[in-house]
């Protein structure tokens, strides 16, 4: 185990050292993973132990309220980063220099950098979504797939902006936020009540749309190790790894909801 947190120390000490953006460190919890950690520690306790321990004996929190103003936000919030990179003027560069790295000097890097902090803060926003199912007693909506695609997502978006900055997580964070503006659309029209229940029949399409970025993505990271871009491979192979995942369970989620249930 002392071998093993050596290792684990060494490299981290190893990645801190070939930063190239030591700016992000002064970002709120970006100096140190252990606040994250902290935070999605106690996600994962409270959503998986101690949240259904509390709510056995009581009845669901009426949250209505709460949740017209959340999803309102998260759709306003995922507008606003959808269109970030064109507001900044940074989607006409990244369309020309498709396969080269962004230098640091560039007038765009920064802009760059300060998108995936505002991304990677959303993704602690969005642990909100898991706390609410378990405060309204939705616990069977708690599943590996839902915990699981929190998670993750939080702890590689620290680590991308902190160590591996590169051009493709441009589009993986646009495609991303552009899915939630209607994720959440669809979540805010069910918070509204029963009366806005007929404006619901588009639920499954919403999966269909979530695998469909899935595949863009994946077409788009394969695109850069098709033509050996210059960009960090290691984070280019995870993103690979992490849409295959999604992919599976997303499909076994659709599978097992509509086509088993039709």
Request: proline fraction near 4%; charge should be positive.
């Amino acid at each position: 185990m002392a071998s093993l947190m050596h290792l684990v120390v060494h490299n981290y000490n190893e990645l801190i050292q070939h930063k190239k953006h030591p700016l992000v460190d002064q970002w709120l919890l970006m100096d140190s993973p252990v606040p994250l950690l902290l935070i999605l520690g106690f996600y994962l306790y409270f959503v998986l132990k101690l949240g259904p321990a509390l709510m056995a004996h009581r009845k669901p929190f009426e949250l209505q309220k709460v949740l017209i103003f959340y999803n309102a936000y998260q759709v306003v919030f995922s507008v606003w980063l959808c269109l970030m990179p064109v507001r900044v003027g940074a989607m006409d560069y990244l369309f020309k220099h498709v396969c080269q790295p962004m230098e640091h000097r560039n007038p765009f890097a920064y802009q760059v950098s300060s998108g995936a902090w505002w991304y990677f803060f959303s993704k602690i926003i969005e642990l909100l979504d898991t706390v609410f199912f378990v405060l309204r007693k939705k616990q069977s909506q708690v599943t590996f797939l839902h915990v699981y695609h929190h998670t993750i997502t939080a702890l590689f978006s620290w680590g991308y902006l902190k160590f591996l900055p590169g051009e493709q997580g441009v589009v993986i964070g646009v495609l991303n936020s552009f899915v939630h503006v209607f994720m959440y659309s669809y979540y805010l029209l069910a918070a509204l009540g029963p009366r806005y229940q007929k404006y619901l029949w588009w639920k499954k399409y919403m999966t269909w749309i979530q695998l469909g970025q899935f595949c863009i993505m994946l077409m788009y990271l394969l695109f850069l190790l098709a033509y050996d871009c210059e960009f960090p491979k290691a984070l280019t192979f995870f993103f690979v790894g992490n849409v295959v995942i999604f992919l599976y369970l997303f499909f076994d989620f659709y599978r097992n909801a509509y086509k088993k249930r039709a």
